[in-house]
């Protein structure tokens, strides 16, 4: 039994990835949904027009013994107590199109897009010291079904290939 988290910004595309992951019999939960299933959802937060999860909180709840091979999609999801954490990149010239077809706010695109240029999931992984096996991928001109298929095969082969700090470096292009 595996919990695999799968983050990354928002938008760079974890969960157009693990709806086709579902059928290499993964079962997919978010992260949002768990925090509704364990009651650690917080306030409605007006500037990110999202749902404040309490994330630390749901880590020390999170009960793993009753499930199956399971897939957390969230980008949050690295700070639950998960088996391998698989990060998604995503060109942020390319990520802020994606967030603006969302519809979301200005101040919300610039947010998310300079998260992704300076890596922040990954200081967040250094900065809890998250020994994970840890799988980067970069989704900018990769179909899904490619994507899928690497990550299928990085977890049958035991996780063997192993990013310890960010190999995409935005800012450097
Ligand atoms: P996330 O779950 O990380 O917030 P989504 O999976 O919702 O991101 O993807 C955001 C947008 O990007 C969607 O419109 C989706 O169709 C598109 N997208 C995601 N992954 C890819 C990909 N590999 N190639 C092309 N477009 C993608």
Redesign the pocket.
């Known amino acids: 039994m595996s919990i695999i988290a799968i983050t ?11 709806k086709s992951l579902s059928d290499a019999n993964f079962t997919i939960i978010s992260v949002k949904d768990l925090a509704k299933q364990y009651g650690c959802e917080g306030d409605f937060d007006e500037a990110t027009q999202s749902m404040d999860i309490d994330i630390h909180r749901l880590a020390e709840q999170f009960e793993t013994d009753a499930l199956g091979d399971t897939i957390v ?1 969230g ?1 949050l999801s690295h700070l639950l107590d998960v088996d391998a954490i698989i990060i ?1 990149r ?1 060109n942020p010239t390319l990520l802020k199109e ?1 967030l603006a ?2 519809g979301y706010s200005e101040q919300k695109i610039t947010a998310n897009v300079e998260w992704e240029m300076i890596a922040g999931t990954w200081s967040e992984i250094i900065e809890f010291e998250l020994d994970q096996p840890i799988l980067e991928l970069d ?1 900018t001109n ?3 079904e490619e ?1 899928c298929e690497v990550i299928t095969h990085w977890i049958n082969d035991g996780y063997s290939q192993q990013s310890t700090h960010a190999r995409i470096d935005w800012l450097a292009e």
């Open positions: 990354g910004t928002p938008g760079v595309g974890k969960t157009t990835i693990v999609d980008h998604l995503c994606r077809k969302r989704t990769c179909e899904p994507l």
